[in-house]
């Protein structure tokens, strides 16, 4: 039994146990938190999103939409991405936010994605140190495309497209008349960095900007 001495009203006081056998160790760490009488209960979010990309600038939706009363959510990435941000606006600044036993910032940094579920448990701890919340976000890396659209026109105007356009839907069928006699597309990537070939042969491409239309 340890003796933690005085402690102080809105501190914490973390404690390690080291267990030895035969020359192998284990460690168990417990971080104590000391609230105060009088704080404040409040362990909820305001506000949660994810951000990837070139300079974390494009948004990854939440599915289902934010809630503060909702407390899982999944966001889709795309295939081989190793990084995202993950940022929680605290309803209460005076609230801490832990995850993997440790406190972080409001900004999360999730590193070392691997494709497929990657999944993060956030504990919102109230001003009182006692109140807690857990939030959970699943990253699904992988399961959603480079573009976030893809329009097709023609020198007589719109095409139809079928099926309407999807991140994770590749393939497209249009129907044209005789008629036309060329072709648009304009792609729109996740990332205005990423390098788009559009082709009409084997090796007949052209490269175009996101968000731009192609040349006939």
Do not use: H, R, W
Not at 2 to 14: C, I
Not at 157 to 184: E, R
């Amino acid at each position: 039994l340890k003796d933690v001495g005085s402690v102080t009203a809105g501190s914490k006081k973390t404690f390690t146990i080291t267990v030895t056998d035969n020359g192998n160790s284990q460690v168990y760490k417990v971080t104590v938190y000391y609230g105060e009488d009088d704080a404040d209960n409040d362990a909820s979010l305001k506000d949660l999103y994810v951000k990837y990309g070139s300079s974390y600038k494009t948004d990854a939706p939440l599915s289902p939409v934010f809630s503060k009363s909702t407390y899982t959510y999944t966001a889709s990435l795309p295939l081989n991405t190793k990084t995202a941000k993950i940022t929680l606006k605290l309803t209460d600044s005076d609230a801490i936010i832990i995850c993997n036993d440790e406190q972080v910032s409001s900004t999360y940094t999730a590193s070392n994605l691997k494709n497929g579920a990657n999944t993060f448990k956030f504990v919102v701890m109230a001003e009182d140190y006692d109140t807690t919340k857990t939030y959970t976000v699943t990253l699904n890396v992988g399961s959603g495309g480079l573009l976030t659209n893809l329009v097709f026109t023609a020198n007589s105007g719109s095409l139809n497209v079928s099926p309407a356009f999807s991140g994770d839907v590749y393939n497209y069928v249009a129907n044209v008349p005789n008629s036309v006699s060329a072709i648009y597309v304009t792609p729109t990537a996740i990332d205005s960095s990423y390098t788009i070939s559009v082709y009409k042969g084997a090796s007949d491409y052209k490269t175009v900007t996101s968000g731009k239309t192609s040349s006939a």
